[in-house]
């Protein structure tokens, strides 16, 4: 649910073609930091300005001012505003980022879950990639952890994969990757799992059949007071989100991971993140790697 607080924009408000004042700026700033988490601090408003101007160019404006008061107007806030946070938001991303993960979560984490009491066979193994951008994050999942099960025996998953940026949803569900940025996969996954385009010009591939069936995909604004998941989760990925929010909203964030996950479940965030500091029902069991209490 989105609650435009105190916004200063209004049909006519001009500002200068090139840049925003600091006044408005601060108010989208703090827009923004409400509605959807992300910091902007001062030193953001050059990077903010750029963002603004490709979406601004994409529908024909050339004035921010212009651009600003109709993304503000009722027309705006419905068809407009979630474009223009599409372009706010950073979506860095690869297959097999930070790789280190991958190996502890199938050698410490899921034996955990699956040797657990309340995990039958019955059970289906739910994970989240909370933020998932253009999908490299729940793909690499969807191979790791059905090598496990190949391995392991049978298990049953599913991963659910989420972001604020429809742009990066779109991408993702299609599943299609240049030649490049499939290169941290490892060659032996890449025979197994993927497609390559039948024109070897295009030098694409495309995430196969069993992973595009593993990842179900859905736009969550974490900030959101309610997800709207109805399962409880075994492990969440939030790799890489954390940072961009400040302390208090982190805080509320995590704390509404931990209603989000099964009684003991796991929390992955990045590996330029921590917990440290904050007040939030879980330990860690390594670096970057938390149990629910
Ligand atoms: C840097 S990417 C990280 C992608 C992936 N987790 C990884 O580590 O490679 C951060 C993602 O967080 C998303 N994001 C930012 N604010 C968000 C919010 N309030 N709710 C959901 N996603 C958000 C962005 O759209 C972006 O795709």
Same mark, same amino acid.
């Given at each position: 649910m989105i609650h435009e607080q105190g916004l200063p924009f209004s049909r006519g408000s001009r500002l200068t073609k090139e840049t925003i004042s600091p006044k408005l700026f601060r108010h989208l700033a703090r827009f923004i930091q409400d509605n959807y988490g992300i910091k902007m601090p001062d030193s953001k408003k050059v990077m903010l300005e750029a963002r603004l101007r490709r979406r601004m160019r994409q529908i024909g404006y050339d004035s921010i001012g212009d651009y600003l008061d109709y993304v503000f107007s009722p027309d705006g806030r419905r068809n407009e505003l979630v474009h223009m946070i599409d372009h706010v938001t950073t979506n860095k991303t690869g297959f097999f980022r930070e790789p280190v993960h991958f190996p502890f979560l199938c050698d410490q984490i899921i034996p955990r879950i699956t040797g657990s009491r309340n995990f039958s066979g019955s059970s289906i193994l739910k994970v989240w990639s909370a933020a998932c951008s253009t999908g490299e994050e729940p793909y690499t999942l969807a191979m790791v952890i059905n090598e496990f099960a190949e391995q392991k025996g049978a298990l049953r998953f599913s991963i659910l994969a989420s972001d604020l940026s429809t742009r990066v949803l779109k991408i993702a569900s299609q599943g299609v990757y240049t030649e490049e940025q499939i290169q941290d996969i490892p060659l032996r996954l890449r025979e197994k799992y993927l497609l390559r385009s039948? #024109?070897? =010009? $295009?030098r694409l591939v495309q995430m196969g059949e069993m992973l595009r069936g593993a990842v179900t995909f859905r736009r969550i604004n $974490?900030? #959101? #007071? #309610?997800? =709207?998941?109805q399962e409880k989760m075994h492990i969440i990925f939030c790799r890489n989100? $954390?940072?961009?929010?400040?302390k208090q909203k982190q805080q509320r964030l995590v704390h509404k991971f931990a209603d989000q996950l099964e009684p003991q479940g796991f929390l992955f965030i990045g590996h330029s993140e921590s917990l440290a500091g904050l007040e939030v029902p879980f330990v860690s069991m390594a670096q970057t790697v938390y149990q629910k209490k």
């Open positions: 039948k #024109d070897r =010009g $295009l $974490l900030m #959101d #007071d #309610d997800f =709207g998941i989100v $954390l940072i961009y929010f400040e």
